[in-house]
């Protein structure tokens, strides 16, 4: 296997003054005798064309060096683990000591760490992708594992024994399936049959690390289905997500969708919407049907039809399953509250028309009507096509959007309270009351509010 490729990195792809910055920690680093390489990602995303983050620096100093190289730019992120973080520029790289991994006693960490070779180090990355290093200056690229031929073919291999490398962290499967799904690869059939047969031990990762990768395969694939076949198929996505796995076969009516099952009509609907994906809407595009398998129910058709299939209340159980989902996978609250009210709110939308004034205001008031209205944009656009009522969303939208939506209340509590109302459940009636009606525009004052209160007591 060729070590020094004939291959060269051009750094067009990432930010001038970060490239700049990195070969300048290289440039201290290489003067004081050390060996040094940019690593991993920024090596792939820059062959593959594509844009990236972070530049992650390898080399031959022990952490200690690099931090009396740096002295009050470093930060001990990972010491034990032999990286360094180094600030220069308003930049921070991970400056890591070539190393291998000591046992991974418990499919997560290793348990020590040993410094090494470039080739050593190649070696504990995940994928041959992955593994690859280059010259900060030239650009030349070193590859230990089989990664250039293997992004050429746009193929995503565990370097080494697949499931050796599940078993020493079992988040790699997840990962490797994340990698093909966002970068429209394809995965080799050996680490697949590996993550197939061992997809169980996905149970014992941490939520939040499953959590993350999800989000970003869901966030960032240009078709997050690829991804989403892919953990069906290998059976990962049953070991973390089995209400999204039970939308596969769960049949709709053929009238409203002829596209066909629930996961299929998802699928369509992620593919749809352009990356990068917001996480709330990505999250609730996924989620937005997730009460039809509990709720499907078939019906006899008076007419003596096909038997009718129908889901009934799937929004209001969908969104309490959404927040069940992502509570459990350790979501930030907000997220949580927000793809919540998307699930809850997407069939309520179809009813736009026949809202009152007030409830139309209150439902296109909610922070999160715009990620809402883009659900129900892909999810009309996938089943019946019926527009009507999302156009009339939209104009209100529009139309509302230049006044503050929901403007704040004439009359608070504390009125109530002064004109004699006495705290309690009445007291919150009234509020709403008034608050409908200035919604509606029939109270534009606090005196006028206080002759409608009269006549509502
Ligand atoms: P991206 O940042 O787009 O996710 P990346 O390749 O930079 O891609 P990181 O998670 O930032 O991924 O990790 C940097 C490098 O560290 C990877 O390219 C890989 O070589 C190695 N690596 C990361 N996580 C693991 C892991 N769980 N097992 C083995 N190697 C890993
Ligand atoms: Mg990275």
């Known amino acids: 296997m060729g070590v020094v490729t004939a291959m060269t990195v051009d750094f067009t792809t990432c930010d001038v003054a970060m490239l700049r ?3 300048a920690v290289a440039a201290r680093l290489a003067e004081a005798g050390h060996a040094v390489l940019f690593a991993g990602g920024c090596v792939r995303d820059a062959l593959l064309g594509r844009p990236f983050k972070d530049i992650d620096v390898a080399t031959s100093a022990t952490p200690d060096q690099v931090e009396a190289l740096f002295v009050g730019h470093t930060v001990a992120v990972g010491k034990a683990f032999g990286v ?4 220069r520029d308003g930049f921070s790289f991970d ?7 000591g046992a991974y006693v418990d499919g997560r960490h290793p348990s020590g760490v040993c410094f090494a070779t470039p080739e050593g180090d190649a070696a504990r990355r995940d994928f041959t992708v992955n593994g690859l290093f280059c010259d900060p200056f030239s650009g030349v690229v070193r590859d230990e594992v089989g990664g250039v031929q293997d992004l050429a073919a746009r193929v995503i291999r565990a370097i080494g024994d697949p499931a050796a490398r599940f ?3 079992h988040l790699r499967m997840l990962r490797a399936v994340r990698f093909v799904s966002v970068l429209d690869f394809t995965l080799d059939p050996a680490t697949q049959a ?16 499953i959590a993350s990768e999800m989000t970003r395969l ?8 690829v991804g989403l076949n892919l953990l ?3 059976g990962l996505l049953r070991e973390f997500l089995p209400e999204v796995q039970a939308l596969h076969g769960t049949r709709q009516p053929p009238r409203y969708h002829p596209e066909g099952d629930v996961w299929t009509h998802t699928c369509l609907m992620l593919d749809e919407v352009p990356a990068p994906r917001d996480p709330v809407l990505a999250w609730s595009l996924l989620l937005h049907d997730i009460g039809k398998p509990v709720t499907f129910c078939r019906e006899v058709d008076a007419a003596g039809g096909e038997p009718l299939i129908r889901f009934p209340c799937h929004a209001p159980v969908g969104a309490a399953m959404a927040e069940a989902i992502l509570t459990r996978l350790r979501q930030p609250a907000a997220r949580v509250e927000q793809v919540k009210a998307v699930v809850a709110g997407h069939m309520q939308g179809v ?14 008031g909610n922070p999160v009507f715009p990620v809402l209205l883009e659900v129900m944009r892909a999810d009309i656009q996938h089943s019946n096509k019926l527009f009507g009522p999302w156009l009339f969303l939209k104009a209100a939208f529009e139309a509302y959007r230049a006044e503050p939506v929901l403007p704040p209340p004439l009359v608070r509590g504390r009125d109530l309270v002064a004109w004699g109302i006495a705290p309690g459940p009445r007291m919150g009636e009234l509020l709403r009351a008034l608050y409908d009606a200035q919604l509606e525009g029939r109270l534009t004052t606090r005196d006028q509010a206080r002759v409608f209160m009269a006549t509502l007591k």
């Open 84 to 87: 360094v973080l180094v600030l």
């Open 218 to 225: 869901l966030c960032e694939s240009p078709r997050p289905s």
């Open 167 to 169: 078993r020493e962290d």
């Open 194 to 209: 590996a993550v197939a047969a061992h997809a169980a031990w996905l149970a014992r990762v941490s939520a939040e690390r």
């Open 21 to 23: 910055a990195a070969r």
């Open 95 to 101: 400056v890591a000591t070539f190393r291998t991994d």
């Open 351 to 364: 009813e736009a028309e026949k809202m009152r004034p007030a409830t139309l205001r209150r439902f296109i």
């Open 232 to 234: 069906r198929e290998t």
